[in-house]
């Protein structure tokens, strides 16, 4: 006769399990993704092979508190910075746009017309509210196959891993990143996001493309 003592204990043991399991399966999506796509992230203009066209992550361009956000400033300059190379024709700039006073595709091209990028070659993508909608609309709505990706050195793996899972050929230029301790929210945050991109993928296929 199963006792309370008895199904207290049986409930312990299986919450351990369970997170045992939920750090396991952390650990080796992050593992598996970083070694997937290891080889299509690059760090120099000079190296990054030439696109036609560039995928630009968005972020908000202001912290909580008005500062300007350095992750913003940075994937402008490195936007800029393969258009002016020759290594890029055309940017899709996706994001959220969530209110008139918030926009992040809007942001990025003001952003990236002040650096001289003219608008002509400019694409705005309002409904990249995830990584994976950004991803995946990139070749469903604007019907490209093969693309760049520009965001930091951290969200580039997981970036490129779901580009590899939508059969796009996929290569990222990573932005400058910051250091550690500035960064350690969002790379926390990052560690929990690519466990989640492979449920989304392989268990509950949630793209949103529409």
């Known amino acids: 006769m199963l006792t309370f003592r008895g199904f207290f204990v049986g409930l312990r043991r299986l919450v351990v399990f369970a997170l045992i399991g939920l750090v396991l399966f ?27 066209v560039a995928l630009v992550l968005g972020t908000s361009k202001k912290q909580v508190g008005g500062k300007a956000n ?53 694409v705005l993508d309002y409904a990249g509210l995830r990584t994976l909608d950004s991803v995946v609309r ?26 590899r899972h939508y059969n796009i050929e996929a290569n990222a230029f990573a932005a400058k990143n910051l250091p550690v301790q500035e960064s350690f929210k969002v ?5 929990f996001a690519r466990p989640k991109a492979i449920l989304d993928l392989y268990i509950f296929r949630n793209d949103t493309t529409t």
């Open 26 to 52: 952390t650990v080796f999506s992050n593992i598996w993704i970083m070694y997937m796509t290891k080889d299509q992230i690059y760090e120099k203009v000079a190296e990054v092979p030439p696109n036609e």
């Open 70 to 122: 350095p992750f913003f400033t940075y994937r402008i300059e490195a936007a800029s910075a393969l258009y002016k190379q020759g290594n890029v024709k055309l940017f899709i700039l996706s994001g959220d746009n969530r209110s008139r006073y918030y926009n992040e595709p809007e942001d990025m091209k003001k952003a990236l017309m002040a650096m001289g990028v003219p608008d002509s070659v400019i």
């Open 138 to 163: 990139s070749k469903t709505i604007f019907g490209f196959n093969k693309i760049t990706i520009i965001t930091q050195h951290f969200h580039s793996f997981r970036a490129v891993y779901i580009c």
């Open 187 to 191: 790379l926390i945050r990052e560690i």
